[in-house]
């Protein structure tokens, strides 16, 4: 594949940043001794795991001992709600989302459904923004979990996680929040937002696939998920993924160093996009347009099968996306846009363009450029 590929789908993944990739490479294959081993050869991943517990701690302001490694998002947020869950369920069976969760969080509390847990799905604005009034309305005594997204993977809505952390907190609820899309992307930090755990997934932020964290804060009970040795001081069996960990740590470092002057070019990038894309006739953003993740932009092209735009676009080397990564192949339209107020028609011809480190204003203009040509053809026929 010679062609050059223009990628606008960051919210789907990240490339594995260069720096980030070197320090990992080591442990592949000169210090790749089991880290829980006693030997003297298994010091040095010991270390490495122990910075990169370091790095996360510092990044979101948690203590060392409140980072747990995981093998991604999806694992964590099953930790997380199947764990507290279990814990709790002596005192109750009530847990809260909203309508609008990643399906690692959705199918999860499906599948607690099926076990004897209740479970409320919030509505959502126009914007993608979560009704507080009836969360708060929502809360029973039963209630024992409230678990909600920081940042939407389709629309980049920022939910009011801090609101919601107070609410949580002050009723003695534990508080769960999926920030997948969120860490390394905006500034992230625990004690601000009053979580009591919360989810991430390095292959999002420059870090490699396969690896996660889970932040459970001291005291909250929270059943071990997979069963197995002391790993993770006795709270996740399976040995360490050393390489990987190290990569976690040093790309939440590095996106966290650069996530003020990233943040300035990505939104400036965006409003470009935004501004030349809306000019092309019967075309809308889903969301609004500023308050949202920097990168993100989600267009309605009315009328137009978005599967058939996504396609026109891969021919011209442009990648983008139709919903989530992990809904793509699926005929229903996206859950977030329908739960914003969508028609089905409308969900069907909307897109993600997310941006990231390597996206530059000739991509920008080239894919606007593009985009004209293809609807025009389209509508022409
Ligand atoms: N949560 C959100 C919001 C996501 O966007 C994703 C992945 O796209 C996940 C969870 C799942 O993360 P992972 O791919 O690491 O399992």
Known sequence: ??????????????????????????????????????????????????????????????????????????????????????????????????????????????????????????????????????????????????????????????EPIEKIGEICNKKNIVFHTD???????????????????????????????????????????????LHGGEQERGRRGSTENTAAIVGLGKAIEKSNLNIKDENIRLKRLRDRFLSEVLKIERTTINGDREDRLPGNANICFHGIEAETLLMALDLQGICASVGSACSAGSLEPSHVLMAMGLSEEDAKSSMRFSFGKVTSEEEINFTVKTLKKIIDNIRNV
Not at 185 to 196: P, S, T
Request: charged share 20%; proline share 3%.
């Open 1 to 158: 594949m010679n062609q050059k590929i223009i990628y606008m789908d960051y919210g789907a993944t990240t490339p594995v940043d260069k720096e980030v990739f070197m320090e990992m490479q080591p442990y592949f294959c000169n210090f790749y001794g089991n880290a829980s081993s006693v030997s003297t050869f298994s010091l040095e991943p010991k270390m490495a795991i122990d910075k990169a517990r370091g790095r996360v701690a510092k990044a979101i302001n948690c203590k060392r001992e409140e980072v747990f490694f995981t093998s991604g998002g999806t694992e964590s947020d099953n930790w997380a709600i199947k764990g507290l869950a279990f814990a709790k369920m002596q005192s109750g069976n009530h847990i809260i989302t909203s309508e609008i969760e990643h399906p690692a969080v959705l199918n999860t509390c499906r599948y607690l459904e099926t076990q004897g847990f209740k479970v409320t799905y919030v509505p959502v604005d126009k914007s993608g923004i979560l009704d507080l009034d009836y969360l708060t309305k929502s809360i029973t005594e039963k209630t024992i979990l409230v678990t909600i997204m920081l940042a939407n993977n389709e629309v980049g809505s920022l």
């Open 179 to 225: 920030a997948v899309q969120a860490i390394g992307h905006i500034n992230v930090d625990v004690q601000n937002l009053k979580v009591d755990m919360l989810s991430m997934s390095a292959h999002k932020f420059y870090g490699p696939k396969g690896i996660g964290v889970l932040y459970i804060k001291n005291g909250t009970k929270v059943d071990n998920y």
